[in-house]
């Protein structure tokens, strides 16, 4: 894959962008008209369309009065070629896709890293300041743009504006002023927590309804959220059970992006606090099945609470130890006549 800058690119990327996307828009395209539509000769459009040829793409030769070309189908997959809007668009969507529960969450990460690593250092910031909290379910799909502007609203901290629409009412009138403070993906759908500056209450509001409005409002002061917890504050504001429902919750920190952890989390809160740090508060049937289960995630763990899953934590550490050192098992298979 190979991100084209817009505004900075050769003339020859961004030509060949443009060949290519006028190939994929139907079958045949005569060499005249390819070469008008680009503002070039027929001499270049032969010379851009072997370019794309070395790159792996099948562009087939069309015989005829006029002659041309067509984009078929290959046998392996070619280098990507993509603007930097789609290029975010294209990383946001893997996001949402490892946390839809649809078979494919593994796949979307290692799609998502590999996407990651060859974004320019700007379009990786937008991306990794996309903060995405998921309290279960699956997300929907929403305007790629009003999650930026909400997740760049809420790092700034600064209040945002914007219309909103229900089923009986259109987004009109005064605009909403919230405080943002988290993005929230809960049973398909998301939601932005924020205080109310109007109604001096919480309120949460569902996006794909929202429609932001610039300049955003001025800065304020985070709060805590009722509780100091969003998954119990989610909780109650829709009256279901989710993390509450197990008798042992903790929360840790884990030394891993989100997005590898939103997808094997459950009915857990996933929430990244910094780049490649995830807050995750989730629950299990017991201490030590907690523990046990915080462990798959392969990294450094920072144990926020309680007090009992530090415990079980040490108590595991303690039976790997012993584990590792061989114990009864070991002193068994010394034992003559033992199997």
Known sequence: MQVMPVASSTATSGRLLSLLSLLQARRDWPGALLAGRLGVSER???RDVDRLRELGYPIQAV???????????????????????????????????????AGIEEAAVRALTTVRQVLPARLRQRVDGLRIAAAGGSAIQVDTDVLLVLSAAIRATEEVRFGYASPSRPADGEPRRVQPHHLVVRSGRWYL?????????????????????VPNGPRFTPREVPGGDVAAFLSARFKDSGTDAWPCRGEVVLARPA?????????????????????????????????????????????????????????????????????????????????
Do not use: N
């Not at 927590?193 to 409005?213: E, F, K, N």
């Not at 450094?300 to 009864?328: K, N």
């Open 44 to 46: 270049t459009v032969r």
């Open 63 to 101: 015989k005829g009065p006029e002659g041309g070309y067509r984009l078929g189908a290959g046998s392996r997959l070619p280098p990507l070629l993509f603007d930097e809007e789609q290029a975010v668009a294209l990383a946001v969507a893997l996001r949402i896709a490892a946390g839809t529960g």
């Open 193 to 213: 927590v924020g205080w109310d500056a109007v109604r001096a209450d919480w309120r949460t509001y569902r996006v794909d309804r929202m429609r932001p409005r």
């Open 259 to 339: 997005a590898d952890v939103a997808p094997f989390a459950g009915d857990g809160v996933v929430e990244e606090v910094a780049p490649g740090k995830t807050r995750l508060l989730t629950g299990s049937w017991s201490w030590p099945a907690l523990a046990a289960g915080l462990l798959r995630f392969d990294c450094e763990i920072d144990v926020v609470g309680p007090p009992e899953l530090r415990a079980a934590f040490a108590d595991l550490a303690a039976r790997a130890a012993r584990a590792g050192a061989g114990g009864e098992a070991a002193k068994l298979r010394a034992t003559p006549g033992s199997r």
